[in-house]
């Protein structure tokens, strides 16, 4: 639960406003956090004292890495991080569930159908950890949420990458004594069956409210781990076999996780986790919702020899200064509404002065339709095609019937970056199977779920779960993909239509061994265009291929403040990038064609980093915010201005969702909602209210698809 935050505390930490405390341990404090665009998130940072550690910083990094792995299907989803920051940092998905100790303490034990589905859920999530080569080393009841749509692992600042030399001394035990393994209460490596034995150890304390050691000093603990049999008194007899096996003190004799999974939920785990729940969790979860918007907590006073005034954390490279001046300019109160995937988020400051009188307010359009869906943390965009609407759905992709909103179909696509359309049908990689080839496969446009694959590729790793599906044309897909030598990843260019490699061309060296999930793919022309970003490094790489042979024609790299970008934009003639100033990198050899806003004055938000919001490029137009004073329209070809918005003052507007442009409006989403900005007046004419992330056009029905964080809703496009 939220508590206030102290008196020394930082007032922001990067682009982010620090609301209150979530708790803290050896390595650092957890907040709750807010970016200026609305987003709510866990924020983790390194005590100070431990700054200077470089071992504490490269495990920092690796918990960063580790977190990305997991991703947001079964971990808290990872939106940025700087661990080279004077304090490390590290943000991700502010999660809305009690920790699996505190919801056994309230509620009691859970019952077997719970226990089973928890642990084949858990099971799966370090099958994924596992693939990458990453084990946890310290799971714990405490370092498991429970949400209504699945259990969430968390906490990997002792995990540790398979070969890597040991970040602790030789015979060294790392973790919780009451949940290690023999091995690793002996000091000796922890492997993937390490995390097996403390996933059993976990699922007795799930199931009968005890560890399957007791309770004690630390020292007597690790002797019962090394030497003692597990007690499995309270556990529901069909559970003990399988537990049994999960707790053998030969690492050998453990089950894979694949196989643990498959013993606990033989049918597979529910489709509604929630419907697994016990009443009195599900409680616990609507509480913990209520209490952080309905109670935001309040700065704690001071003592009398404190100095005056918040303090704010120095940044690292590329801070966002601008962004903490307008997130901090004035007043913020968090409000109610979870049930209905709502919170207010009011504000002062940020807009520069002056500017026209604002016109007659036209009242706002109402919602054509709501479909109640989790949105995922990125990657949410809502794809249109001809046999209806496609959208990323928390751990599933959802169908929906663009007309009435109703859900149609769902599919076990875990990763929007695994999915693609060509406007007419969907495409995905098969959801990682351990041993298995890489394939494409076609979903059914009735219910969603896969075909038979079109292609099989046995040279790629089919179980890596950072394949990304980056787009598909005319019957070719073009995926990035690890081969099964595991430090080489490639582009690849697939014929869906023959099953050929069309081309493969390895990714730069400087990606082996680790690419991060944020990449886009564009055709254009003869050529497909792949950016690559990272907020932990917090630059853009663009690479153009030529679409005949996949040669690399060239390669650039460009700074970026705050999340990466989350479209690439690009025409005949450019590729657009925005941070300090709008630039328009040639297609042709990727020289610069021209620049904009380097020299503006932008008012209030002078002094933050990144200047100019995402781009959106329409007919020869391109859009997008200028600090806090509004939209700019630029000539696509020269970079001249069209025109700025006039008018707008005490917004704070989003960097990171670039406008959606209609006939009649651009719209954009700023602190209290989506603004319609008339194109002839080039003034704001109405807001409608709500904390979006995602905003979606689609031309072709006239609509625009807005994601909160619980649902999507439609509106017309005008």
């Not at 008194?233 to 694949?258: F, I, N």
């Not at 907590?297 to 404190?306: K, Q, V």
Request: hydrophobic share 40%; net charge neutral; with cysteine.
């Amino acid at each position: 639960m939220p508590t206030a935050l102290l008196h020394d505390d930082p007032h922001t930490v990067g682009p982010y406003l620090l609301l209150a405390r979530l708790g803290g341990g050896g390595m650092g404090t957890v907040y709750l956090a807010r970016t200026a665009g609305g987003r709510t998130v866990a924020l983790k940072v390194l005590h100070q004292r431990l700054t200077a550690d470089t071992a504490l910083r490269h495990r920092f990094r690796l918990e960063a890495d580790a977190a990305r792995v997991i991703g947001g299907r079964h971990g808290a989803q990872v939106h940025d991080a700087d661990p080279d920051a004077p304090r490390p940092w590290l943000a991700t998905e502010y999660v809305l569930g009690p920790p699996l100790d505190d919801a056994v303490e309230a509620a009691g034990p859970l019952p077997e159908r719970s226990v089973r589905a928890l642990g084949a859920a858990l099971a799966q999530g370090l099958a994924q950890l596992h693939r990458s080569e990453v084990v946890h080393r310290d799971l714990k009841p405490s370092n498991v949420l429970v949400t209504a749509a699945g259990p969430k692992i968390i906490d990997f600042g002792v995990a540790h990458a398979v070969g890597e030399a040991p970040l602790t001394q030789a015979g060294a035990a790392v973790g919780t004594p009451a949940f290690m393994s023999p091995e690793q209460a002996s000091g000796g490596e922890h492997a993937a069956a390490g995390d097996v034995f403390a996933l059993g150890g976990l699922l007795v304390f799930a199931a009968a409210g005890h560890g399957p050691f007791g309770s004690g000093q630390p020292t007597d603990l690790l002797y019962r781990v090394r030497y003692t049999e597990a007690d499995l008194g309270g556990v529901p007899p069909e559970l003990v076999p399988v537990l049994s096996r999960a707790l053998a003190k030969d690492p050998a004799q453990r089950p894979t996780t694949e196989d643990l999974a498959a013993a606990l939920a033989p049918d597979g785990i529910p489709q509604v986790f929630a419907d697994v729940l016990p009443d009195g969790v599900l409680r616990m979860v609507a509480q913990r919702g209520d209490e952080v918007w309905r109670q935001p907590p309040r700065l704690a006073p001071p003592p009398p020899d404190a100095p005056p005034g918040p303090v704010t954390l120095p940044g690292g490279p590329g801070p966002s200064r601008r962004r903490m001046l307008a997130m901090t300019a004035g007043g913020v109160v968090a409000g109610a509404g979870v049930a209905g995937g709502l919170w207010a988020w009011l504000g002062r400051g940020g807009g520069p002065g002056g500017g026209d009188p604002a016109p007659k307010p036209v009242k706002p359009p109402t919602r054509l339709w709501t479909f109640a869906a989790r949105t995922p943390d990125r990657d949410g965009q809502v794809l249109s095609t001809r046999h209806g609407l496609a959208m990323p759905g928390g751990i599933v992709l959802c169908g929906v019937n663009p007309e009435s909103g109703e859900g149609t179909w769902q599919a076990n696509v875990s990763d929007a970056w695994r999915w693609a359309t060509d406007g007419t049908d969907i495409y995905a990689l098969r959801e990682h199977d351990k041993g298995k080839k890489l394939a494409v496969c076609l979903l059914d446009p009735a219910d969603g779920q896969p075909g038979e694959p079109l292609v099989e590729l046995a040279e790629f790793v089919g179980g890596e779960n950072r394949n990304q599906l980056l787009c598909v044309v005319k019957k070719t897909a073009y995926l990035v993909a690890r081969a099964v030598n595991r430090d080489r990843w490639y582009v690849v260019a697939l014929d869906l239509r023959t099953g050929r490699v069309r081309w493969r061309t390895q990714v730069d060296a400087a990606a082996d061994g680790y690419l991060p999930p944020m990449l886009r793919g564009v055709v254009i022309g003869d050529r497909l265009v792949v950016s690559r970003s990272d907020s932990g490094i917090h630059f853009v790489n663009v690479t153009s291929y030529a679409l005949a042979d996949g040669k690399r024609l060239w390669t650039l790299s460009s700074p970026f403040s705050g999340e990466p970008p989350s479209e690439l934009v690009v025409d005949d003639r450019y590729a657009y990038l925005t941070d300090e100033a709008v630039s328009a990198l040639k297609l042709s050899d990727g020289e610069s064609g021209w620049l904009f806003g380097n020299d503006r004055n932008v008012g209030g938000s002078a002094g933050q980093s990144r200047v100019y919001g995402a781009p959106a490029l329409h007919d020869g137009v391109l859009y997008c915010t200028e600090g806090d004073r509004g939209l700019v329209a630029l000539d696509a070809v020269t970079g001249s201005l069209n025109w700025a918005e006039k008018g707008l003052k005490g917004r704070r507007l989003s960097r990171e969702v670039p406008p959606v442009v209609g006939r009649k409006y651009v719209y954009s989403l700023d602190d209290k909602g989506l603004r319609a900005v008339d194109i002839r007046s080039r003034t704001a004419v109405w807001t409608f209210p709500t904390d979006a992330t995602v905003v979606t056009a689609d031309r072709e029905r006239g609509r625009l698809y807005l994601r909160e964080q619980q649902a999507t809703f439609a509106l017309p496009l005008a």
